[in-house]
């Protein structure tokens, strides 16, 4: 059988955080290993009655074929959302795709070619490198940091390389929380104008902030080289497999023949109910509770993290989102880490997955949204017991 | 822009019938254009309630995120529905795909390298020249006629190229809506029983039979190397997306990396409204009301067939489906037929869509299960009209 794989997905391998996921399913294991928003926040009553109302008024084909594109009534709600952040995008620039990561696909069917170069943050989006890896893409990963995107490295790249796409997630980055300055995304901006690259824009957090001030999106320095990718997974609900793409028109062209090819069009059943829901509810107010509960979380979270943790290890700060990134000291590994937590009945990811080509990465990613504040607190005591012992052992 | 798309999407050119499928949603023209389940048969009160006990219940967590390869009690009845027809398939070997056009493009994702040959049916369904074109398949033709694939041709094909797949729709097919008989699909299976070929059977409109014996699957002759695909969307509703590969296990592993890279997984609450609705409601019921009416319709076109078409004008014969498959004479082309039809309000699919590397094609698709009766009546008058001066000006 082996010999008839195709070389694209022979050379990728099976997701390391898949293999602990599975692991951390165990209910007595607390998690921060996923990724998942907290169930308790579903608008479970509001998309009930969505679909209900839905069913009744029967004025909609909700059950039959539709376009390619996506239901034009939910675009134009997306399209008038960033209009208010004062982004020109009109529905017609909008697909609708099954949560981003089909964003991400279509992207890499459209531009990647075998060892085409993809600048890629690091650490950086495990799904993004999933994604563009079954296409072969050349990673050249640009450090981020507290700030941002390491600019000096990005300027030396982009010397060298002909990178077709940039991938980003600028705000609450998936690993490390942080978010680009505006001083920093000013600066890509410019390096970026004078090159033939496209800048992805993966924002699936952005609307999850706590504190400080929004930021600009690369769509106000460089319109014509951005595409923005948005996802309703974490403000509404994952399990409608809801995202969307904007992109220029040459670009949507091609991606409209992909996803026809891909799956014909996203399940319109949940675009009806998704935008009845927002017709009737103000999303703000809902994501308002999400930020509520989210920034306690956090707060529970760092104040943990000081009172059960070696000193030694660190982390960034975040001003949003759902992850705090840790540190061990410089040389230290994080590799068996997760293995001794499992013992201990507490789930991490090691840092290791969101590189490219690095190994005995002393980094690891902590979950806060999808745990109730005390269970963030045993989860942390039971933690802050095998980084003593994981430390001493290794230093 | 254009030298940063990927050669793959470059060469794939925008969808015929696409623009066709646009032209015909004027309320005005009759359709035999697309290939739409009848709006009218959709048990909306049934999935109403399916949805409203699903939220009521509230015992699966039906809007968080889960697992790629779907949800197992949905798989499970699959699963059972293959084990009351003599096909010993489990769960684990199904993995749920968004349509049944999805599991084309995993196939091609796990499968095919540039140039790769992939053998298919001509004519041919669209969607799978689409999906695998996308994947810069090598497409190697093999005739079908009244009773299935040209043997003679397959062998041929056989000896000189080294296929990894051959793609059917063994029942009813799309186009030309034939079946293989058995015979056929014996001495196919014999054919491919000693070369390293995996032969894919697309299945979408095998339930729905109006008259003749069941066919054996090709699971039955050739296990190891046939994977099967499944789809809700002719029998249930098509807005769902849902539908299903069964492979084998080194296969299935493969599709699973592909499917979590291209979307994570499919639309879960769909999923699980899907399930309680097979759970609770007879499904064979529901295909029974499916095909009394849609064997009604092909009766009404195969009459005004007769009634309003020249002589010289044939159709393959069918027992079921959605489609009936016509011929003008021998040497005339259907290329221009199309607009004569629209300008008299009536919309077909020319055949040459269908058909790998060929022009000049004289066959044509009708569809007869969107359409009721009377307006079928209607759509085939109008079109023997555009038929009768057609051929006089083409001869």
Known sequence: MNELFSNRISQVSPSFIREILKVASDPAIISFAGGLPSHDLFPVAALKKATIDLFNDNKEDILQYTNTEGYLPLREIIAATYKKKGLDINADEILITNGSQQGLDLLGKVFINENDSVLIEEP??????????????????????????????????????????????????????????????????????????????????????????????????????????????????????????????????????????????????????????????????????????????????????????????????????????????????????????????????????????KHEINTFRLNFSNSHPDVIEEGMRRLGKVLYKYIENNE
């Not at 050249?140 to 390491?150: E, S, T």
């Not at 690369?218 to 809801?242: A, D």
């Not at 994080?334 to 969101?354: C, H, M, N, Y």
């Open 124 to 357: 950086g989006y495990l799904g993004a490198i999933q994604a563009f890896e079954i296409y072969a893409a050349h990673f050249i990963p640009i450090p981020v940091g507290q700030d941002g995107m390491d600019i000096d490295v990005l300027k030396i790249q982009l010397k060298t390389a002909h990178a077709k796409l940039i991938y980003t997630v600028p705000n609450f980055q998936n690993p490390s929380g942080i978010s680009y300055s505006n001083e920093n995304r000013k600066a890509i901006a410019e390096t970026l104008s004078s090159v033939n690259t496209l800048i992805i824009e993966d924002n699936p957090y952005g609307d999850i902030r706590f504190s400080g001030e929004e930021k600009k999106s690369f769509m106000h320095y460089l319109p014509k080289q951005t595409i923005l990718l948005g996802s309703f997974s974490k403000t509404v609900v994952p399990s409608f497999r809801l995202g969307w793409i904007v992109a220029p028109k040459a670009v949507m062209q091609k991606l409209v023949i992909a996803k026809q090819a891909a799956d014909l069009h996203t399940n319109h059943f949940c675009q009806c109910i998704l935008h009845r829901f927002l017709q009737d509810n103000d999303l703000q107010t809902h994501i308002n509770k999400i930020i509520s509960v989210y920034s306690h979380n956090k707060a529970r979270m760092e104040k943990a993290f000081v009172k059960y943790f070696p000193k030694e290890v660190t982390h960034l700060k975040t001003q949003g989102g759902m992850f705090l990134w840790a540190s061990l000291p410089k040389g230290m590994s994080t590799k068996g880490l997760s293995d001794e937590a499992i013992k201990e009945k507490v789930a991490i990811v090691p840092g290791e997955p969101f590189y490219i080509n």
